[in-house]
C-alpha cells in the first residue's frame, strides 16, 4: 500500500477502503466475464442455430463456427432454399453467469441420476471429509517433526535432506502404489493428501520454529527452564501464531491435491461430479462446483483467520491479510 | 577554571565507603577466564586472561569498545555461553549453564509476548514449582516495586520500551537471583526514558540485597551507576583497568558535571578512545578507516552539503 489509494476512495477510512477494494477484486473478473457474454459484438466466435432453414444437418440450438455458417447459407442461396438463421454465441465450454448462478441452485435441488448416483452435497461433503482426515493425518506427524526439527539442530539435519528430495516427488505419481496397498476407495485419496502435504509441512514448521527469537529460549533459561520444558513453555507459545498462519496456508494446498487425490481408484466427492457433468456437457454445473470449491476453501480460510485474530491477540501479524 | 581533580582521589566518605565494600563477601569470582571462538574466519579471541571479583550489593558497570567482548562476557557468567578456560565462581561453586541465582535483563525484545505483564513476572516462579497463586503474590510485588502494577494485565507489544524492560527486570527480580545481570538494557531507549531509569534502577538497586554487573557502552551512564567500572579493551578482550568511581552516594543528577564525574569521564575516554598514534593502528581504527577510504559518492561531485 505504498502508493496509497485513488482521489475517490482515499477520504474513506481505512477498513472501509479495505472492503470496498476486496469486494472489487471480486467484481472486476466477474464483470469482464459478463461482457464477454452478454456483449455480441465481444468474442462470441460461434453462431446458435435459431431456424435450420434448407440445411440438412442444423438443428435448433446448435452452435456453428461463423464460417461453416456464412458457407452453408452462401449454398442455400445458391440452392434457393430458406436460409437458416442463428446469433453470436460463445462455445459451450463458456457458460453465461446467469446460467451458471442457476446452476449452483439447480446442482443441489436436482436429484441424482443413476441408481448409485449422491447428491451434489453428498460430493461436498465426502470431498471435505478427505481433505480433513489427509490434512489431520499429515498434521500429525509434520507438526511434532517440524518444531522438534527445528528446535534441535541434530534432528532436523537427519530428517531434512530425504525431506527435501522427497518434496520434490509429485505426490499423484504414488496414486498407483497407494491404491495397491490402500484399496480403491478413500484410502489412497487421503494418502495423496498426506503426501502432497506431509513434506511440506515438516520444512515449513521446521523454519518457522527456526524463526523464534532466540532472546527468549535464553531469556526463560536464565529464569530456569530446561528440557523439554522450553519447548512446551517458550517453543510452541512462541511460534503458535505462525504455526497457525503456516497451517492455513498448507491446508490451502492440501485443497490443490484434492481432484487429483479423488481420480485415484474409484473416482469419488466433487471430482466426480466434476466429471460426470462434462461428460454430458453441462458446463454450468461444472463451473458451479469448482466455484464452490473456491468458497469453500476461501471461506474457511477467511473463519481460520478471524479465529485466529481472537486466538493471538498479542500477534499483530495476525491482523494484516 | 580549576584543574580537575585525579580520579583516583577519593574523599573520606568515598573511601570508607569502599573499605567496606571490601569487607563483604565475595558473590562473583572471575579468574583466568579465556574465551575463544572457532569461525569460518579463523579463531577470534574474544576474552584473554578476565579476573575480577564482585561483592555483595556492589554495582559494577562493565564498559568497552564495541566487540571487545562484553557481551561474551555477561553471556558466560549467565551460562548461556561456554568458555574456553579459567573458572566462573558464584558464592565460591563454579557455575555450568544458565540458573535461577542468576538473573539477567536483554537489551531488548526478551520479554514472552504471549503472555501478559504479570505472567511474565510469574513464569520464573512457576517453572521452579511455585503454586499458581503465590506465584501471581510474587509477580504483584515485584511490579509494584518496578511500578508496573497497573499494567498487570497488559501485553508486552502495549507497553513502551522503558517499561518493558522494566518488566525484564521484575521478571529477573522476582527469581531472588544473588547477581542481576544486565547487558545494555537501557541502550534501546532514548536518553529521558534511560535517565529516568537509571535513577529507577539505583533506587531499586538501593532498597534489595541485589549485586548488579552492568554492561554498556556509554560513560555517563557507567559512572553515574557504578561502584566500581571495569574497563575492556578490544581484540583481545582484557581488562584494561577497574576503576572505584570516587562520585559520592547517593547519584544525583545533578553530579554529571561534578569535578569528580568528569575526572572519571576523562579517564574512561582516554581509555576507551585512545589517541591516535601514527603506524599503530588497531584492527578496529583500521576498519574505521578502510570504511571511510571506501565511501562512493551517490551525489553530484559539485553538490556540497557542508
Ligand atoms: N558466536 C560467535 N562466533 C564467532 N565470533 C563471535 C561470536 N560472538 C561474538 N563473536 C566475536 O567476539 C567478539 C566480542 O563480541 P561481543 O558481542 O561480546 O562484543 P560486545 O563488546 O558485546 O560488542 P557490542 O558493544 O557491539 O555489543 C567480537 O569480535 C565478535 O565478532
Ligand atoms: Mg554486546
Redesign the interface.
Known amino acids: 500500500m505504498s502508493l496509497g489509494f485513488p482521489a475517490a476512495i482515499a477520504h474513506l477510512p481505512e477498513s472501509r477502503q479495505r472492503a470496498l477494494l476486496a469486494v472489487g477484486s471480486f467484481l472486476l473478473p466477474i464483470l469482464v466475464w459478463c461482457m464477454i457474454s452478454y456483449l455480441p459484438f465481444l468474442w462470441h466466435p460461434k453462431v446458435m442455430v435459431e431456424e435450420p432453414g434448407g440445411v440438412g444437418y442444423f438443428q435448433a440450438g446448435m452452435l456453428i463456427d461463423h464460417a461453416d455458417f456464412a458457407e452453408q447459407a452462401r449454398q442455400m442461396r445458391e440452392q434457393g432454399l430458406a436460409l437458416p438463421s442463428g446469433i453470436p454465441a460463445n462455445p459451450i465450454y463458456l457458460p453465461a453467469p446467469h446460467l451458471v448462478a442457476k446452476a449452483f441452485y439447480t446442482g443441489f435441488t436436482t436429484p441424482p441420476q443413476g441408481r448409485d448416483g449422491v447428491w451434489l452435497h453428498e460430493s461436498l461433503w465426502h470431498s471435505i471429509q478427505i481433505i480433513f482426515w489427509g490434512f489431520v493425518i499429515s498434521s500429525l506427524f509434520g507438526v511434532p517433526l517440524g518444531i522438534l526439527g527445528g528446535t534441535y539442530t541434530v534432528l532436523g539435519r537427519l530428517q531434512e535432506p530425504f525431506i527435501e528430495f522427497f518434496r520434490y516427488l509429485p505426490a499423484p505419481a504414488f496414486g498407483a502404489l497407494a491404491v495397491a496397498v490402500l484399496g480403491i476407495y478413500d484410502g489412497p485419496k487421503i494418502a495423496i493428501i498426506v503426501i502432497g502435504t506431509f513434506f511440506q509441512q515438516v520444512l515449513v514448521i521446521a523454519n518457522t520454529t527456526r524463526k523464534l527469537e532466540i532472546t527468549l529460549i535464553e531469556a526463560a533459561r536464565t529464569l530456569g527452564t530446561r528440557g523439554a520444558r522450553l519447548i512446551t513453555k517458550v517453543v510452541l507459545p512462541g511460534i503458535l501464531p505462525d504455526l497457525y498462519r503456516d497451517q492455513r496456508i498448507l491446508l490451502g494446498w492440501a485443497w490443490t491435491y484434492l481432484i487429483v487425490a479423488e481420480l485415484i481408484g474409484t473416482s469419488s466427492g466433487i471430482t466426480w461430479y466434476i466429471t460426470q457433468q462434462a461428460r454430458y456437457q453441462h458446463f454450468e454445473n461444472v463451473y458451479a462446483a469448482i466455484i464452490i470449491i473456491g468458497i469453500i476453501g476461501f471461506g474457511s480460510d477467511l473463519l481460520l483467520a478471524r479465529l485466529g485474530r481472537r486466538l493471538f491477540p498479542w500477534d499483530r501479524t495476525q491482523e494484516r491479510k | 577554571m580549576d584543574a580537575l581533580p585525579s580520579y583516583l582521589d577519593q574523599s573520606e566518605a568515598v573511601r570508607a565507603r569502599f573499605a567496606r565494600i571490601r569487607q563483604r563477601e565475595v558473590i562473583l569470582e572471575v579468574r583466568g577466564l579465556h574465551k575463544r571462538y572457532q569461525s569460518a574466519q579463523g579463531e577470534t579471541e574474544a576474552l584473554r586472561d578476565i579476573n575480577f571479583k564482585v561483592r555483595r550489593r556492589e554495582f559494577v558497570c562493565v564498559i568497552g569498545p564495541s566487540g571487545c567482548g562484553k557481551s561474551t562476557l555477561i553471556r558466560i557468567l549467565?551460562?548461556?555461553e561456554s568458555h574456553s578456560a579459567g573458572d566462573v565462581l558464584l558464592d565460591d561453586k563454579p557455575v555450568s549453564?544458565?540458573?535461577?541465582d542468576?538473573?539477567?535483563v536483554?537489551q531488548?525484545?526478551?520479554?514472552?509476548?504471549?503472555?501478559t505483564v504479570k505472567k511474565n513476572v510469574m513464569?520464573?516462579p512457576e517453572?521452579?514449582g511455585f503454586s499458581h497463586d503465590s506465584a501471581e503474590r510474587e509477580a504483584r510485588l515485584w511490579l509494584d516495586v518496578v511500578g508496573l502494577s497497573k499494567f498487570a494485565d497488559a501485553?508486552?507489544?502495549e507497553l513502551s520500551g522503558g517499561m518493558r524492560q522494566r518488566v525484564?527486570i521484575a521478571?529477573?527480580l522476582v527469581?531472588q537471583p544473588r547477581i542481576l545481570l544486565m547487558d545494555e538494557p537501557f541502550g534501546a531507549l532514548d536518553a529521558q526514558t534511560r535517565a529516568k531509569m537509571q535513577t529507577h534502577l539505583l533506587e531499586i538497586w538501593r532498597n534489595l540485597d541485589i549485586t548488579i554487573l552492568f554492561i554498556t557502552h556509554d560513560l555517563d551512564e557507567a559512572i553515574y551507576l557504578a561502584d566500581r567500572v571495569l574497563v575492556l579493551k578490544a581484540h583481545p578482550g582484557e581488562v584494561q583497568e577497574v576503576i572505584e568511581v570516587p562520585v559520592p552516594r547517593p547519584r544525583l543528577p545533578g553530579q554529571f558535571s561534578s569535578p569528580e564525574f568528569r575526572a572519571t569521564k576523562d579517564r574512561l575516554e582516554a581509555l576507551i578512545h585512545p589517541a591516535e598514534e601514527d603506524g599503530d593502528l588497531s584492527p578496529a581504527l583500521a576498519e574505521d578507516s578502510a570504511l571511510q577510504q571506501h565511501m562512493i559518492r551517490f551525489t553530484d561531485v559539485a553538490d556540497n552539503v557542508e
Open positions: 549467565a551460562g548461556l549453564g544458565p540458573g535461577r542468576r538473573g539477567m536483554f531488548g525484545y526478551s520479554l514472552f509476548p504471549w503472555l513464569f520464573g517453572i521452579s501485553y508486552p507489544h525484564a521478571r529477573a527469581n
